[in-house]
Structure formats: C-alpha cells, structure tokens
C-alpha cells in the first residue's frame, strides 16, 4: 500500500488580503456606533452616581438628625498655598483677572464639577454652651447710639461693617457683642461671628446671614470687651429667591438679645468623595433654579447675557443658570481661581431640601470681590446638568458691544458645529424638588423639539429660556427611574 503524504496548506496572501478588509469594513461600521453607545453609557452612569450620591446625603441627614450637604467641587476649586501665601488653583490659569481678558478664560475649570464630598452642619452653638453671658445689640448707621460704630481698625476694607450689602439702605444689620466679667470674646465667639455662619435671636427661627468680618483673626484685632459684625441686607431681596421662605424682618436699634443660636456653614465630610467617569462632569454652567426672572434691560431676549450688563438691577437675575461662572462675575472679565466656591445643596435632618449655599453675586465694577458664600432658599426645584466635560461651552454674541453668552451666540455656535451640553442628547438632567422630596434623572431632550411643539419664536428666547425648555422637556415627556 501506498501512503499519500499529507500537505497542510494556510492562507494566501490574497485570502489574507480580503480577510482583513472585510474586517476593517466590519469595524468601520460597527465601531462609532459601538463608541455611541458606551460614551451614553457613562452618561447614564454619572447620573445615577448624582442622584444616588444625593439620595445617600438626604438619607445621612436623617440618620445623624443634622444638616447634611453634597458639596459640588468646581475643578478649579483644588486648591494649594503658593510660596507667597495666596491661594493657588491646580486647573485654572492664576488672576489677576486683567491679564486673561477673554470671558472665556477657565471657563471649564469654573463650571466643571467631576467630584462630589459630603459636609455636615455643626450643632448650632447656644448661649447655653457658652461660659458667660453674652449679648447682642442692635445697630443702625448713624444711629446716634454709644459706642459709635467703628469706622476705623480693623473694620476696614473687606471687613466693613459697612459694606455693599448694606449700602445707602439704612437697615438694623449692625450688631455689637459684648460679654459679662473678664471674658475674650474674640475667643470665645469670635470664631463664629464671621462670614458664611447664620444667627437667630430668641426663640425665634428667622435666620440672618453674616457678611462681615470675613475673618475672625479680625476680631481678635479689635481690642477692648467688644467685637462687631454686620448680617445681609435683605431689604434688596425682598421678595426673591434667596431668601424666598422667610418674609422680610426688621430690628429696631438698641434691641438686646441673650438667647441666640449660631449656626455655621456645612464642614467637609472627607471620607465620603466620590468621583464621575472620566471624561463626564455636572456642567454648573446650565445648572441653577427652576426660577425664571425677567430679562434685562432694552435688548431684545435673544441678546440678552447671562450677567447683568447694567449690574443695578434684580429684575436681571436668572437663576435657572445661578450656579454658573458667568452669573456670578456679572461681566465679561472673569474672575480670578479663588473667587469660585464650590456649591453646597443641604438637607435638613428631617430629609427635605433645605438650601444651597453659593458665590453671591458680584457687582459690576467691583474690585474687591470676595467670593463669599450666601445661603439661597431651595424653594425652586434645583437642575443639574450632567454632561461631558469637553461640552462644557461659552458660546459668545459675535457683537463686541455685547461680549456674552446668549440664546443668540447658542444658536450660532450650534451652526458651526459647536459641541454643547445643552444639545447633546446623550446628556442628563438631574432634578431635585423640595416639595415633592423627588431626586430623578432622566436624558435630556431636543430643545429644537419643545419649540416646534409650544410654536415659540427662537428670537423671543434668552439663554435661561432655552435652558428652561431642555428641562421642562426632559420632565414632562421623558422622565425615568434611574
């Protein structure tokens, strides 16, 4: 018998050839849908971690009977000390703010938020937790009273007591500490009695807001048995969102109160951080309150900027974007890194949305700007966009004279090809109600879509009207469980 030898025979090179063609044809179809998917994906995924994250701080609240606050950190508020004692942010360009004069400068670092922390409110500190006696007296500028109130040092400059939030508006904002016995009062309340903390007197629940000293080192600096500060003027918001849960209150001068409560701002939480997919970001530059405000001025709506170009008027404030850079520098020169604080939303111990503590808003002009922290009333639903961090955009009005982003420099930039998270229909919405209690995220949906249905006008639009219109899509046709 003859065996016939075996032969093993491959692939040939034209075999090969059009293996690997299909192939690349395959992927080149199959791979940007592929990509579509799992970029949707993590989408999702970033806004399930938000609204878990907040759901697990509302339920902390409960749990530990205290104020609990998800603090939403701008990439520009990773901070350092430089050499020379100055706060120094990590991502945005250093200020001062007169060397990058483009309104667009750290644009993304100021809005982009990729980490969320955990802070508690301490307990409230009491005349009962206090080793001597102290009181609270009420003051008015000019008031004729004795001691007058101190113009000079160390009440200057930043730590006036008479400072913008009290302007021409002669109010009872002014209180003068004094203590019984021997006491240091820089020392002993002096800490508290700083920007950022609230106050109330007596038995009652109204709480004022301080705006000055900024430090308490000021206080200690004062000398004598006898520290002062001021609390907001609230006259000027009278009536608006920041302070829409408790009416109006005046004092009369020469009032003494022994009984108060001081309550501080959250304190960071630093083992409870987490952090979004790489590449997603709650975009705080679309994100603010359910609270729509009149626009501004004679510029028809589609021209009208984000800030306030006359920066005199309340009636300009648009918290549907209150939480955004642009906002709170209320021009087109930007502010410097350590003038943006991150965003605070706080629960109460009984689990309901109580606040946001946020940057007040800037003056047109003003120099000396602080970025100080005031507390806002969450009577408004709170959005947060989530969305990717290389969408997060300033699209600027073309016209010089209004340097600004607007509906009209959306649209434009939408014609251009412009990437946004406003449009990206792979983005979120998270929505946060303080009368319902409900968290929820749901994708966002087509702007263009809302207007053929309501038949708007787009030039009857301003930027917080398109802003308003992805939300109240995404929440009345498109809203999930996630």
Not at 33 to 59: C, H, P
Not at 132 to 137: G, H, I
């Amino acid at each position: 018998m003859i065996r016939r030898k075996r032969t093993k025979r491959g692939l040939t090179l034209v075999e090969l050839l059009v293996v690997v063609g299909v192939a690349s044809v395959v992927a080149a179809v199959m791979l940007p849908g592929i990509k579509s998917v799992l970029t949707d994906r993590k989408s999702s995924q970033a806004a399930i971690m938000v609204r878990n994250y907040i759901e697990a701080a509302r339920t902390r609240a409960v749990g530990r009977n205290r104020s609990v606050a998800v603090v939403f950190e701008r990439l520009s508020s990773r901070a350092g000390i430089g050499p020379n004692g100055v706060f120094v942010s990590e991502t945005a360009l250093p200020g001062p703010a007169r060397d990058y004069p483009t309104p667009d400068t750290n644009f993304i670092p100021y809005n982009a938020c990729v980490r969320m922390s955990l802070a508690e409110e301490p307990l409230p500190v009491s005349e009962a937790m206090l080793p001597a006696a102290v009181t609270f007296r009420v003051r008015r500028p000019d008031d004729g009273l004795s001691p007058p109130i101190p113009t000079g040092f160390p009440y200057v400059g930043d730590d006036s007591l008479m400072d913008m939030h009290q302007g021409s508006v002669r109010e009872s904002r002014i209180f003068e500490v004094t203590a019984s016995g021997n006491i240091n009062l820089a020392w002993l309340v002096g800490e508290y009695l700083t920007n950022g903390s609230q106050i109330s007197f007596g038995n009652s629940s109204r709480r004022f807001s301080i705006v000055t000293p900024r430090s308490p080192t000021v206080h200690g600096n004062a000398g004598g048995g006898t520290i002062w500060f001021s609390v907001m003027n609230e006259k000027l918001f009278d009536g608006h969102t920041e302070r829409a849960k408790e009416p109006y209150v005046d004092l009369e001068p020469d009032t003494r109160f022994t009984q108060f409560k001081i309550y501080q701002r959250p304190k960071p939480v630093f083992s409870q951080v987490v952090q979004l997919p790489r590449g997603m970001c709650v975009d705080l530059s679309l994100s603010g309150f359910g609270k729509k405000m009149p626009g501004q001025g004679n510029l028809q709506a589609e021209k009208q900027p984000v800030f306030d170009p006359t920066g005199s008027a309340m009636d300009g404030f648009d918290y549907r974007v209150r939480f955004a850079s642009d906002w709170i520098g209320n021009e087109p020169r930007p502010l410097e890194p350590w003038q943006l604080r991150p965003v605070y939303i706080v629960f109460s111990p009984e689990g309901q949305l109580s606040h946001v503590w946020a940057n007040d808003r800037r003056k047109l002009g003003d120099g000396g700007y602080q970025g100080s922290l005031t507390r806002i009333d969450a009577t408004q639903d709170v959005f947060l966009h989530v969305g990717k961090i290389d969408r997060v955009a300033m699209p600027l009005d073309p016209d010089p004279s209004i340097l600004g982003r607007n509906a009209y420099g959306l649209r434009g930039a939408i014609q251009l090809g412009v990437q946004n998270n406003l449009t990206d229909l792979s983005a979120y919405v998270v929505r946060l109600s303080p009368s319902s209690g409900a968290i929820s995220a749901s994708p966002i949906v087509s702007i263009d879509t809302q207007i053929s249905i309501l038949r708007l006008n787009v030039n009857n639009l301003n930027f917080g009207d398109m802003v308003e219109l992805s939300r109240r899509g995404t929440y009345n046709s498109n809203v999930t469980a996630q």
